[in-house]
């Protein structure tokens, strides 16, 4: 399972979990498949990130594997300066282990925004 921001999303994607709205309601459910305009509705809806299928074949990417680093990484809880550092660095490789699932595609949508 992998979470990607709704941003990095792509027609075809199969869901691994239920999107729900503020409410808890079902936008669409597991094992759904996106297409752009389901994107466009999530987007609407004002969905941040969702949980797509990923292929267990390929492993973790690199970015992956800095991720499950970070924490040992930065184990000093009392420098606010490198959790600061730290935030931005899981900020960077998320999207980057995301775009590396899907082929780091420019999205019109975002472009146009």
Known sequence: ???IPLRLARAGMILERPV????????????????????DRLIKAGVQSISIKSDPKLGPAPAERVLGRLDSLFRKEDDTFMLGVKEMLRAYFERKAAESKIGNQPDERVLTA
């Open 20 to 39: 729900l709205n503020a409410s808890g309601g079902v936008l669409i459910g597991e094992g759904g498949v996106l297409s752009d305009t389901v994107i």
């Open 1 to 3: 399972m992998e979470k």
